[in-house]
């Protein structure tokens, strides 16, 4: 599903550019938490963006869009999506390269110097931290869009014949209902105004296909798929996967592209 880093990633640019205002940003956030809290990793980047560092009292998503504003009021933001063995657009070695590694996504924003990385905490609270990166980061790799989009179509064309021979949900009946649902439970995605209709059509076909990865990768009743077949299977669905990272981050890429270059007066 979309990820809270993208939305981030997409509305964040969006009101550096004068697309968007703060309660615009907040309110796309909400569905993914009843609430959100930002706090900054280490206390020498907390004291100069002025947020509250570790062991302080949490901060809002308000005071993140500000600090945004102070140290790179034209910046833009990059959504990333590593996972073992596919660190694409992460800034080198560090505790947000670290840190988005674990979550499997982040926001950063190279201009400022910072990268956000959303945990999950109890009670609804979904914590925005704050990394220090280097602002020499590396230029993010750029994927056509319309190349990702072919790209996906491939690979989900590609792979189909393999996962059926593999036998994939061939012992879970009502899978299509289990996607179904996957797909209605997910959180309400908010897009600004101006969100080019390609990257719209590219961000639903990839929420689609990773309801279908993640119905093929849950493991047989009983432990029936063996464990030679339960291999081909992952060895099967990590291309597609990587797909899906590709086609995301190519399409917010390109929302932040377009909204950014067409402010609202």
Do not use: K, N
């Not at 302080?56 to 833009?76: D, H, I, K, N, Q």
């Not at 649902?181 to 390609?198: E, V, Y």
Request: aromatic residues 4%; proline residues 9%.
């Amino acid at each position: 599903m979309p990820c809270p880093s993208a939305i981030l990633t997409v509305w964040a640019s969006a009101w550096l550019a004068g697309a968007a205002a703060p309660d615009d940003v907040i309110d796309a956030l909400e569905p993914w938490a009843q609430a959100h809290d930002v706090l900054v990793a280490d206390p020498v980047t907390a004291a100069a963006i002025d947020l509250p560092g570790p062991g302080e009292r949490a901060s809002s998503v308000t005071f993140l869009l500000g600090a945004l504003r102070r140290t790179a009021p034209r910046g833009r933001a990059r959504l990333v999506l590593p996972a073992p063995g596919d660190v694409r657009g992460l800034p080198g070695p560090g505790s947000f390269s670290r840190a988005a590694t674990a979550a499997g996504e982040g926001a950063l924003f190279v201009d400022a110097g910072l990268g956000v990385v959303p945990t999950p905490l109890a009670d609804g609270v979904l914590r925005w931290m704050i990394y220090p990166v280097s602002p020499s980061a590396p230029i993010a790799e750029y994927v056509a869009l319309g190349y990702a989009e072919y790209e996906l179509r491939e690979q989900v064309r590609q792979s189909a014949s393999i996962l059926t021979s593999l036998g994939v949900a061939r012992h879970r009946p009502g899978v299509r209902e289990e996607i179904a649902a996957a797909l209605r439970s997910r959180p309400r995605s908010l897009w600004p105004a101006g969100m080019p209709g390609q990257a719209l059509r590219v961000l639903q076909h990839a929420d689609e296909v990773a309801a279908i990865l993640a119905a093929a990768a849950v493991d047989e009743p009983g432990g029936a798929l063996s464990a030679s077949a339960a291999a081909a299977r992952r060895e099967a669905l990590r291309p597609i996967e990587t797909a899906v990272r590709v086609a995301r981050r190519a399409a917010v890429a390109e929302a932040v592209r377009v909204l950014a270059s067409s402010p609202v007066a």
